[in-house]
């Protein structure tokens, strides 16, 4: 009876081993200005309200909690990832731009919990030593070192302290839908931006987390550009890289989260017309912005983007999909009636796409009656990219569905079975050694 107590303590031992050494502590920042407008804002994480990227994130970009190695544990000589890039762009793109702040703003992040909460579905004792905000002076030309960014605290408790043996929600654990999706759910925290801060300037900041106290901290580090009054907090982009002619104004963005007429959807396949390559901006009034669309696309059938408008007039709104040699490859069409309001269009995808090219989804704002050639009726536009991945769609009348492709399914349970039998028998062998 007491061999059978030891085999089994060990074999808990083991098991809970396997657990931890399978898990490692790390997460990083994947938004450097989220807005959050109202409560409900802070359970999951919506692309549409992500504004500016961090520093090199177009090397890494996926969907929110995907690994793909951008976690980074800081030293005293590089205390970032990536090496701060030269002036003016410092490294960042048009599709994943730099943030822009303002002095006195409020700005918020948005991070992947990771597996690393206090809740209910783990347990209380889930570690959280520190999380804090740091930046460095005015137009850095180099990164400062880990003790310079250390030099100017924004804060120093980020959501607060949490408390070991609490389920606080606190600090880095300020997830409340983590027990949904402990791995990918959504974790906030919001800071203010220094009034002293020099306008025009462009200025470093540092999200610094500590999960076991004495370990190393795991760092991201980005860039913003210091501007007069409310921003949006991005550079003629926003969420899945989309790319706005639009005016980027305290105006766009609260028409960018309009509900105030009712959603309708229709689809169009009728002519594939032609590209505007002037791109109108939103000077009359009519301004269109997507709120939400696909970063993926199935080779065939059918997506859906949805958009906020305000139309001075009745108009429509079209949606078409464009390939590398700027042909329309896919279209959708949708009333927008005076006044502000939002929608979800149906897109039609014409033609087979190539697996892993990139194609831009760009919508447009028009002039009623125009909609199957739209170039020269544009009364605003906004764009975004999507990847054609190796994947097929499903539908059932109601919603498109995508699945991964069998290839995919396959790789991972094959990860899964050997690194499973691998356990089993290093369990096995080891029951065997103790049972002689």
Not at 108 to 129: E, F, G, Q, R, S
Not at 162 to 182: L, R, S, T
Not at 317 to 332: A, C, P
Request: hydrophobic share 30%; net charge neutral.
């Amino acid at each position: 009876m007491y061999k059978v107590s030891m085999y089994i303590v060990v074999f808990s031992a083991l098991i809970g081993f396997c657990m931890i050494s399978s898990s490692s502590a790390h997460s990083w920042v994947a938004c450097t200005d989220y807005k959050l407008e109202s409560a409900n804002d802070v359970n999951y994480y919506d692309p549409a309200k992500c504004k500016a990227w961090p520093r090199n994130w177009q090397s890494v970009a996926s969907t929110f909690g995907e690994d793909r190695g951008f976690n980074f544990q800081s030293t005293e000589n590089q205390a970032c990832r990536d090496p701060l890039g030269s002036a003016p762009s410092y490294g960042y793109s048009s599709q994943y731009p730099m943030a822009q702040y303002s002095p006195g703003q409020k700005v918020c992040l948005a991070w992947p919990t990771k597996n690393h909460v206090a809740a209910t579905c783990t347990n209380p004792y889930i570690p959280d030593t520190s999380l804090q905000i740091f930046m460095s002076g005015p137009n850095p030309s180099s990164d400062p070192s880990q003790s310079g960014f250390k030099q100017n605290i924004i804060t120093n408790e980020l959501n607060g302290k949490h408390q070991n043996g609490v389920i606080d929600f606190k600090g880095f654990q300020n997830c409340p839908k983590f027990c949904e999706n402990m791995d990918k759910s959504l974790c906030t925290g919001c800071f203010d931006i220094p009034t002293n801060v020099q306008v025009g300037a462009v200025y470093s900041f540092q999200w610094y987390w500590i999960f076991n106290e004495g370990s190393a901290p795991y760092t991201t580090c980005w860039e913003a550009k210091i501007v007069n009054g409310p921003s949006s907090g991005v550079v003629g982009t926003s969420s899945s890289g989309r790319t706005s002619t639009s005016t980027s104004t305290s105006t766009s963005t609260s028409t960018s989260t309009s509900t105030s007429t009712s959603t309708s959807t229709s689809t169009s396949t009728s002519g594939r017309g032609t590209t505007s390559t002037s791109g109108t901006s939103s000077s009359s009034g009519d301004l269109v912005v997507i709120t939400q669309a696909p970063i993926t696309l199935a080779p065939e059938g059918f997506f859906t983007v949805s958009v906020a408008y305000t139309a001075t007039s009745d108009r429509q709104i079209v949606v078409q999909l464009i390939d590398n040699n700027k042909q329309v490859n896919g279209k959708g069409i949708v009333a927008a009636p005076s006044g502000k309001g939002s929608a979800n269009v149906k897109v039609a995808i014409f033609d087979a796409l190539t697996q892993g090219n990139t194609y831009t989804i760009r919508t447009s704002i028009i002039v009623q009656g125009y909609a199957n050639d739209p170039t020269g009726y544009e009364l605003s536009v906004d764009s975004s990219t999507a990847l054609a991945a190796d994947r097929t769609i499903y539908t059932d009348g109601n919603a498109n569905f995508t699945m991964e492709s069998s290839a995919v399914h396959t790789a991972a349970y094959s990860f899964v079975s050997v690194y499973s039998i691998g356990v089993l028998a290093a369990i096995y062998s080891l029951f065997g050694a103790l049972l002689l």
